[in-house]
């Protein structure tokens, strides 16, 4: 039971060195904000004792000593409606039930618009439910009136820049989780180096990295010494002593690692660390290990292009912007699986000073974060007036609709792709 209201109420010994009284003109459980004079008449907040032990944080002083510092960009910018909103965030997170839960919970409460129509095929497609695609479409046109979209038009890879054969330089940073699940990257990379003379791979921005991703890269190396496109590899100090710790003398795991650790030794030039390694490697695998190669002579190269850029995910991403004679006034920007936590860095290429409209080419993404929208948002607000401009294309509705939620769409051309209307 409280005590009487009239009585004396102490501050705990921490919080004053006098007691305050209490008036019975105050209500400690209806503080009314609506009228300054109910907070004015105790400068110190009272503490509540009930049965419960209920504290209370202090309120803070009416006004503060200093104007309070501008609040932090918050996402999101430009406010959807409820369902678009929920079903982006959710498809960006890659929870693609509760997008899918947020869409068809629209569409039988008849609060859908097309658009949701729309995300919710994108989101059937994502998950690879034909059925439930099918049985919409049935739904969509009986609604609509129009025909819709087909399952077949999935979202189609990002296209090859043209460059001249044996022609060319192209520069691309490794982003994110080296692994395994980074094959297809890597055989993308592989057709790349078919039509350039010099590759410089940037492995500085690789987060982690797995003996299945270790193989992948190593074997990369190993096919580009049979070629005629010469491989610079810039971060090779970071990658090395992220890999170390991956390897333990006298444990025979991780091959792939130890293989991968000698090949940055000799490609540092670094014989004695590379003598140390091989004999702790054949004592641990009890097999012979690599030995040592020239590095081959490096060639003069005067290509037409250079290609930046790098993209983020749950697996190491490979990205471009391509500039040069064989590449049209607007450079493009290529990101293709998941970017995840991409800082503006990942974006920098826009700034470029070259002339032309920006191009970021979306038609190989599957997913982005808030984080990397708000960091792409950042760029694009730093561009100076007389920018040429950004165009983003091959948006999915789901991918558009986050865009815009950063902002993205007052500050560049959002573009969504044909084959999803």
Request: hydrophobic share 45%; proline share 6%; glycine share 8%.
């Amino acid at each position: 039971m409280m005590a009487n209201s009239s009585a004396k109420t102490a501050l705990p010994a921490d919080a004053a060195d006098a007691p305050v009284s209490v008036s019975e003109d105050d209500d400690l459980f209806s503080l009314d904000f609506t009228k300054p004079e109910k907070l004015a008449k105790t400068t110190v907040p009272q503490p509540v004792q009930t049965a419960a032990s209920l504290t209370l944080e202090p309120l803070e002083d009416a006004l503060p000593a200093v104007a309070p510092s501008p609040p932090a960009e918050s996402f999101p910018l430009v406010r959807l409606d409820p369902a678009t909103e929920a079903a982006a965030l959710a498809y960006s997170a890659g929870d693609l039930a509760e997008a899918r839960r947020t869409l068809e919970t629209a569409l039988q409460t008849g609060t859908a618009g097309e658009a949701h129509w729309l995300m919710l095929f994108e989101v059937y497609r994502a998950i690879g439910d034909q059925a439930a695609f099918d049985r919409l479409a049935l739904e969509y046109v009986n609604t609509m009136e129009k025909s819709a979209p087909a399952w077949h038009n999935d979202r189609p890879a990002a296209r090859t820049p043209l460059v001249r054969p044996a022609d060319g330089r192209a520069s691309v940073a490794l982003n994110g989780s080296l692994n395994a699940r980074c094959a297809p990257q890597f055989a993308k990379l592989m057709s790349v180096t078919k039509t350039r003379s010099l590759l410089r791979l940037d492995l500085g921005r690789i987060q982690d990295a797995d003996n299945g991703g270790c193989a992948l890269l190593l074997g990369f190396i190993q096919y580009l010494k049979k070629t005629a496109c010469e491989l610079e590899l810039d971060g090779m100090a970071y990658l090395k002593d992220m890999l170390k710790a991956g390897i333990v003398a006298g444990q025979p795991e991780n091959d792939a690692i130890w293989l991968l650790l000698l090949e940055l030794h000799q490609q540092l030039g670094e014989a004695d660390a590379f003598e140390t390694l091989a004999l702790e490697y054949a004592v641990t695998f009890e097999v012979s290990p690599p030995s040592w190669e020239l590095p081959k002579p490096k060639r003069k190269n005067a290509g037409a292009g250079t290609t930046t850029g790098s993209a983020g995910g749950g697996s190491a991403g490979l990205a471009g912007t391509q500039a040069g004679a064989e590449v049209p006034a607007a450079a493009t920007l290529h990101f293709s699986g998941d970017l995840l936590n991409a800082g503006e860095a990942d974006f920098a290429a826009l700034k470029s000073t070259a002339t032309g409209e920006r191009v970021i080419d979306l038609f190989a993404l599957k997913r982005m974060d808030q984080t990397s929208a708000m960091s792409l948002r950042r760029v694009l607000s730093a561009l100076p007036q007389d920018h040429a401009g950004v165009r983003l294309i091959g948006c999915n509705h789901l991918l558009a609709a986050m865009l815009e939620m950063a902002g993205i769409g007052q500050l560049a051309r959002i573009r969504i792709e044909r084959a999803h209307r």
